[in-house]
């Protein structure tokens, strides 16, 4: 898998895992559990060089 498939995966990833979380209520198991993956999204992609500015929604 190249870098570009990579960074694309987790943008979508990304994305998807936003609008679940804002879905949710804060205080649930569930949100706490996608929080963890929202993390090591931001983590990848922060590191692959991608700027989190426009694309993320929760900003926490």
Not at 6 to 32: G, H, N, P, T, W
Not at 33 to 45: C, H, T, V
Request: net charge negative.
């Amino acid at each position: 898998m190249t870098d570009k498939e990579v960074i694309k995966i987790s943008v979508e990833e990304f994305s998807r895992i936003q609008r679940f979380m804002l879905l949710a209520d804060k205080e649930s198991d569930v949100y706490k559990a996608m929080y963890e993956r929202y993390i090591d999204l931001k983590a990848i992609l922060t590191s692959s060089g991608v700027n989190l500015t426009e694309i993320d929604r929760i900003k926490e």
